[in-house]
């Protein structure tokens, strides 16, 4: 049998990575799913197989906030990410439901400039394995015959990242350099609770996907990130190989982190003092995809056009000035979709007659 690669690409959206330019620091901005990562990604399930994609992105940003009143608005933070990502669709239903599982590798690299950058005059670098993410349950229903489905499903990234030190914020110096202060891996789990909403008829995926994350405490410190609320909007019709449409996404941390008294105190004097406590981020984009028949290439890029960032305190170290503080700025993210494996279709019986 075929496979439908449209359908695919619409359950495969869900693939996550991550970034944000805190995660080399303890505290601050941290989101793990990239935001708009479902972008593109719908309440539909590929028919019976093993598939694989890829994704890769781009983000280029600068400081958004009110820290921007002291150091300027000009402090770039940019990511490059390649993701690979498996989704298994063996067949099962329950309750009504198509069960898929999926599991998904990020790798990256970061460039952070001033005054972020830790190394004085210098732009840093830094890059290495993000946490793994998998998903062991996803339950997707159609809707009647209506044209609507919905999938709701629980992600979680385990700490197997790139880290440095044993609480994941150890300074190595290495001449002016600070680098290793820098992490790609969070050493915490983290777990991702998903509800799609979709219609999908007339070559239309209009889906609205919503996500959370919630994090334990880190390992070795008990430092505690924020929660952090997700929400992607895509709206695209298909004409013949091409889609097409807007997209859209909004992320907010929505509950502060947390410093208990004991070891977390002892590493970090401050607590959350210094580090911001509650952001929003709002972007607007488009979304354009090729179907080649084996395979299916889609490419989305967003601007954000609202930031906001809140809650963090004035270390005494920084002068006074309210260190709160998100990054602004835009994205290109592709995926390339394809089927590995396939169920034989049975053999059909010839027809006899008499």
């Known amino acids: 049998m075929k496979s439908s690669i449209k359908a695919l690409l619409a359950a495969a959206g869900i693939a996550a990575f991550a970034f944000s330019p805190a995660n080399a620091y303890e505290g601050g901005v941290a989101w793990q799913s990239k935001p708009g990562v479902l972008i593109g990604a719908s309440a539909g399930v590929p028919p019976p197989g093993i598939y694989m994609f890829d994704q890769v992105f781009t983000y280029q940003s600068n400081l958004a906030g009110p820290v921007t009143n002291a150091v300027g608005t000009h402090n770039g933070v940019q990511a490059a990410v390649d993701v690979q990502g498996f989704l298994f669709v063996p067949g099962w239903t329950f309750l009504g439901a198509t069960y898929d599982a999926l599991i998904v590798q990020p790798f990256g690299m970061v460039s952070v400039g001033q005054p972020l950058s830790l190394s004085a005059g210098q732009v840093d670098m830094f890059s290495g394995v993000h946490n793994t993410y998998f998903v062991p349950v996803e339950l997707s229903w159609k809707l009647g015959t209506s044209g609507f489905a919905f999938k709701t499903g629980l992600g979680i990234y385990a700490?197997?990242?790139?880290?440095?030190?044993?609480?994941?914020?150890?300074?190595?110096?290495?001449?002016?350099?600070?680098?290793?202060?820098?992490?790609?891996?969070?050493?915490?789990?983290?777990?991702?609770?998903?509800?799609?909403?979709?219609?999908?008829?007339?070559?239309?995926?209009?889906?609205?996907?919503?996500?959370?994350?919630?994090?334990?405490?880190?390992?070795?410190?008990?430092?505690?990130?924020?929660?952090?609320?997700?929400?992607?909007?895509?709206?695209?019709?298909?004409?013949?190989?091409?889609?097409?449409?807007?997209?859209?996404?909004?992320?907010?941390?929505?509950?502060?982190?947390?410093?208990?008294?004991?070891?977390?105190?002892?590493?970090?004097?401050?607590?959350?003092?210094?580090?911001?406590?509650?952001?929003?981020?709002?972007?607007?984009?488009?979304?354009?995809?090729?179907?080649?028949?084996?395979?299916?290439?889609?490419?989305?890029?967003?601007?954000?056009?609202?930031?906001?960032?809140?809650?963090?305190?004035?270390?005494?170290?920084?002068?006074?000035?309210?260190?709160?503080?998100?990054?602004?700025?835009?994205?290109?993210?592709a995926t390339l979709s394809y089927r590995l494996w396939a169920p034989e279709e049975p053999a059909k019986a010839p027809m006899f007659h008499k």
């Open 159 to 333: 700490p197997t990242g790139t880290i440095q030190g044993a609480t994941g914020t150890n300074v190595v110096v290495a001449g002016n350099s600070l680098n290793g202060f820098y992490n790609f891996g969070n050493k915490y789990w983290t777990f991702q609770p998903e509800a799609i909403i979709s219609y999908l008829a007339g070559g239309w995926n209009i889906s609205a996907a919503f996500y959370g994350e919630f994090n334990t405490a880190n390992s070795q410190d008990n430092y505690t990130q924020g929660d952090v609320f997700h929400a992607d909007f895509t709206v695209t019709k298909t004409f013949g190989k091409w889609t097409v449409g807007p997209v859209a996404y909004y992320v907010a941390q929505v509950s502060n982190d947390s410093c208990p008294v004991g070891i977390c105190t002892a590493l970090h004097p401050f607590g959350t003092i210094g580090n911001t406590q509650r952001f929003q981020l709002f972007a607007l984009g488009g979304l354009v995809e090729y179907n080649f028949g084996p395979a299916s290439l889609s490419v989305w890029a967003t601007q954000e056009v609202y930031a906001h960032a809140s809650g963090a305190g004035a270390l005494p170290i920084a002068g006074g000035a309210d260190l709160s503080a998100v990054t602004q700025g835009s994205t290109i993210f």
